[in-house]
Structure formats: C-alpha cells, structure tokens
C-alpha cells in the first residue's frame, strides 16, 4: 500500500500547553482512517495542521511523499468537511458545491460533468437551486461533502461531520459515507469521539489521549486487544482488573455468570439487572470488592434478579493485559 | 398581553405622541398653509410650498446634497471597513478599547469638535502654521470654508456610524466560512470577495442608509466648516424656519426629506430581514 500521508515527528502547543507531543503517523492510500479520541486530546487540532489550518510547532507532513507543511490551505490537495458544514449561505446548493472549480478555474464543460457525477453521488439532484437554510441538517451535511469531494482531493478530512445530527440519521449516514469512501477510493481521515462511530465506519483507528498516540489498529485489534488502560475503557465496556502490579481487562460478553452451587470462580451478588433492548446489562459485586464487573445476558428475558447470589468465571484468554 | 402590561407603554406613548407624533403632524399641516406677509402662518389651503421645491434653485441644491451625502457614504465605508475588520480580528480583550476610541467622539459636544477642525484648518490653524514655519508653503492654504472641508467635517462626524454597524457584521462573520473557502482554493483575497463581502452585506447597507440620511439632515457642518458656500437641504430649511421666516415652506421640505429617509429606512429593514434569514443557520 502507498503512504498517502506521513506526518512525522510532528508537535503543536499554544501557550503553556503542549496540545500534541511529537507525533508519527502514516495513512495509506484509500484508506478510511479514523482519529477518534475525548475532547481536547488533539486530534481536531492534528486534522487542521494536515489541511493547513494550524501550523505545526516542529515535525513535517508529507502529502503524496512532498513535504506540505509551509504551504497554505489552498495550494494543497486535500478537501476538509467542517462539523458544522461551513457551508456559504448566500450561495445555492449548486453554487456552493462548484466554488471549488471555480476558484481553481476549471472549464465550464468539466465543472457541470464533475457536478453531474457527485449529485448523484450524494443524491442532492433534487436541490440544486435550494439555499443551505432551506435543507434539513443531513441535507447540508451532504452538500458539505459534496462540495469537498468535487475537487477530487487526494485526501478528505472530515472533523466529527456526524456530530451535529440526530441519533437515527447519524447511523444511516455512517453507512452512506462508508459506502462513498468504497466508491471513490480517496483516502478519508474521519475525526470523531463516538467509539461506535469509529467502530463502524474506519479500516484503522488512531486511538489519541492527551495529544499522544495510544494505539493504533484495525477495529478488531482495538476492541479485543487493548494495549492501554485508557484504550480499554474508551472503546466499548470494560471490567477492569487489578492482581498486584499487573492490570488486565474482561469484555462483559466473555464474563460468564452461572448459579452459585460449587461451580468455581468468583462468588458475587447481583446488584443490578438493567433492560437496554436486546440484552440485559448484569452488575455484580465480588466479595470484597468494591467495583462493580459487568456482564451481559441476550435475549429479551432474564433469569436474573437483583440480590441474586451467583458465580463469575471467564476463559484465561479473555483477560487482555494493560499497560496503565 | 395583560392589561396591566399596557400601561407600561403609556409614559413611552404619551410622551411619542405629545413630542414626536403632535409636531410631526402640526407640521404636515403647516406644509400646507401660506407665508403671510410677516412671516406668520396663514391657515388656507395651498400645495404651492411643495411646487416651489420643485424650482430650478433648490432642485439643485438637493442634488448637490444627494452628493454631498454619496460621497460622505461611500468615504466612511471605504475608511470604517479596513477599520472595522482589524477590530474584528483582534483579541476580545483589545477589541473593547478599540470600540471605544471609536466612540470617544460621541461623548465630545458636537459643535466643539467642529470648531476644533476650525482651529486646526482655518488660515491661522494649526496645518498652516506648521507647514509655514518649516517653509514647505509661503501663504496659507485655503483649507477650510470648502466643499473638502465640508467633506472632511461630515466624514470624521459619521464615521463612528459605519464603523459599528460593520464590526458586528464582521464580528458575527463565521470563521469556519473563511476556512471552507481557503480550504476549496480560494486565496486570501478570493475569500475577501467571494464570502466576507457578500456576508457583511446587511452591515455594509445599515452603515450605509445611516451615514446617508444623517448626511442628508446635516447642517451644522456645512454651517461651521463650509462658510456661507456651502448651503445642503439642512441649511435651506434651518434657514426657513430661523431667517427667512417661511414655516410654510421649511415644513414642506422637511415633510419631503422626511419622505425620503423613510424610503431609506425601509431599505435597512429588507437588510435586516436578510440578515436575519441568513443567521439561521448558524443555530443549526
């Protein structure tokens, strides 16, 4: 696989406060990599320095193997879709999606077929002469990246362009810009602090905390095998335990729960049983413990009940050690 | 709305009407009586005060006023937008003194400021002294009592008008726009003309109909700074009313200027509604 991008050794601080540590990072050609992280760990911040919003303190970028850094947004061939879409208002939707070729002069013949194609890509044929108050949020969120996709940029940098929306139209859409990047083969950098999102939509996951890197892997590897203590509590649930010095985790659905008659394991009671649709979330206490370990039960009827004495047991190589 | 909420609107209506609404009428009906030979208020019915504007003498003074107030609007805006854009983009904390520089002014009695442009301009003035003193001119400039001079006068008076209206423009202007259109290949100056222009239009027109039909009223500086040369429609009618003793005839004007701002007025609301529609999607 090619490197589209390369950032290397590459730090941002304002004031008195380091926003990114050096950082190293290569994103591959066609890639849909997604930067996902709490707030202020940095990652917007990486993702304005890749489009050259931010100028980075130290360290390069390399765009397509050419050094990118001291060029201004506008000489370099990566799009970005804000998350509030940032899209003009005194312009129609037609208008807004061709400022692009405009400002690079492209033909007017190459403008309205290149329009043609992402108006069927985004299905906004409809539109066309609308003005941006007059679409719905998922509307403009298309036009946006309609309006990005049209340069056909080697690299679409999209910072949380979900974020803004309702519950359903997000899920919908995570499918629909998925489907897109599969279909125009560019490399997408997604920001986003929805582990869900990030889950679904991304080949790789740049896990980020406090402007450093924490892991970085398929998301397979990052839900299963979380490095660090960090990592395995952000993505997904977790039960976390401690044995002396070593620190290892448990995903609920690899915690067993059985009635308590001499089975061997733990020995807890139930504290909670909670409904969420299709399972129920089991909270039980260990003896002597103080945090409560999670499990999950399927199926819309349980058999457990608050109070319940029960015991708790899981395979040898369900427990993921961390580095905390 | 209760009844009770009414009554907190009567001391604002009773004084509107008693000060504002009562005069204004008084003088529409004055616009339609005659001079008599005193110069006092004849009650019988004549349109003759509104023909007479129509006379060769004050059409042209209307237009050199149409002028005087172009000109006057378009040197604040192109003054008051540099102005008003470095104030936008400067830390909040700094933005607030600039704010304040910028409406010193307002708090400085209106005619000593003008007479302080006397006092720097006139022949005697401080310009002059200087520039004759290290010897770059031999006799005095005529830099007052002119239609510069004037300009000059309305320009510095107004320019607090234009500044204010287009730093809220500016301020509201989202940032991510100028981003998106940086990022989509625009150059700096592309951006400027293409997003922060057309954005700011609602500023760039309230600043606009606010210069021009305060320029189109002024007399006090036309007065002070122009001399006995320059005479705009606020002259002609404080000259009516004051001099010439014609009420009939200042009321006609003033009912036709009157008409005239109103047109302008209506202007700014269509901007404001712009405006209005076009912010919505911000809150999105």
Request: with cysteine; hydrophobic share 45%; proline share 5%.
């Amino acid at each position: 696989m090619e490197t589209m991008i390369r950032v290397e050794n590459i730090a941002k601080g304002y004031d008195n406060e380091q926003i990114i540590h050096p950082l190293t990072l290569s994103v591959y050609e066609g890639e849909f990599l997604t930067l996902l992280g709490p707030s202020g760990c940095g990652k917007t911040t990486l993702l304005r320095m890749i489009a050259g919003f931010e100028e980075p303190d130290s360290g390069e970028i390399f765009l397509a193997e050419k050094p990118v850094k001291d060029k201004p947004p506008y000489q370099r061939d990566v799009n970005m879709v804000f998350q509030q879409y940032a899209l003009f208002p005194h312009m129609n939707v037609e208008q807004n999606i061709l400022f692009g070729l405009q400002m690079k002069k492209v033909s007017k013949d190459e403008q309205q077929l290149r329009l043609r194609e992402v108006l069927e890509y985004t299905q906004l044929k409809d539109f066309c002469k609308r003005m941006p108050t007059q679409l719905s949020g998922g509307q403009q969120q298309r036009v946006a990246i309609a309006r990005a996709i049209i340069n056909r940029p080697k690299v679409l940098l999209l910072d949380e362009p979900l974020g803004a929306l309702d519950y359903q139209l997000r899920k919908s859409l995570q499918l629909e810009l998925k489907n897109l990047q599969r279909k125009l083969k560019i490399t997408f950098i997604y920001v986003t602090h929805d582990q869900e999102e990030a889950l679904v939509m991304s080949d790789r996951i740049v896990i980020m905390n406090k402007g450093r890197i924490e892991q970085i892997g398929t998301p397979e590897t990052v839900y299963n095998t979380p490095k660090s203590l960090f990592t395995a509590k952000f993505i997904g649930e977790n039960n976390i335990f401690r044995q002396g010095e070593r620190v290892f985790c448990v995903r609920p659905e690899n915690v067993h729960i059985s009635i308590a008659d001499g089975i061997e394991g733990k020995s807890a009671t139930i504290r909670d049983v909670v409904f969420t649709g299709n399972y129920h979330k089991i909270y039980m206490l260990a003896e002597g413990e103080t945090t409560p370990i999670l499990t999950y039960d399927y199926g819309n009827q349980t058999k457990w009940a608050a109070k319940q004495q029960v015991v708790i047991s899981w395979l040898p190589e369900s427990e993921v050690t961390l580095i905390e | 709305m209760n009844k009770k909420g009414k009554l907190l609107a009567v001391p604002t209506l009773v004084w509107l009407s008693l000060f504002f609404a009562l005069p204004l009428l008084v003088m529409l009906v004055v616009s339609f009586y005659q001079r008599g030979l005193y110069g006092q208020v004849v009650p019988s019915f004549t349109i003759d005060n509104y023909l007479r504007f129509f006379e060769p003498l004050y059409m042209s003074i209307l237009v050199e006023t149409l002028i005087v107030s172009f000109i006057t609007t378009i040197g604040t805006l192109l003054l008051a937008y540099p102005l008003a854009y470095y104030i936008s983009k400067i830390p909040r904390s700094r933005q607030n003194i600039w704010l304040i520089l910028v409406m010193v002014p307002f708090w400085i009695n209106f005619l000593i400021r003008s007479y302080a442009w006397v006092i720097i301009l006139r022949s005697q003035g401080i310009i002059n002294t200087v520039l004759l003193k290290i010897g770059i001119i031999e006799i005095p400039l005529n830099l007052l009592y002119n239609w510069g001079s004037v300009m000059l006068g309305m320009i510095y008076t107004l320019l607090p008008f234009m500044v204010l209206p287009l730093y809220v423009s500016l301020e509201k202007l989202d940032k991510q726009r100028l981003e998106a259109a940086y990022d989509l290949g625009a150059t700096r100056l592309r951006a400027f003309w293409h997003i922060t222009l057309p954005l700011t239009k609602p500023g760039i027109i309230i600043g606009s109909v606010l210069v021009f039909v305060s320029s189109l009223g002024m007399f006090v500086v036309p007065d002070i700074m122009g001399g006995a040369k320059s005479m705009l429609l606020g002259n002609v009618i404080q000259n009516q009313f004051l001099s010439a003793r014609d009420w009939p005839f200042g009321s006609a004007i003033s009912m036709l200027m009157i008409i005239l701002s109103a047109l302008l007025i209506a202007l700014y609301y269509k901007a404001m509604q712009w405006e209005d529609e076009n912010t919505r999607l911000e809150g999105d």
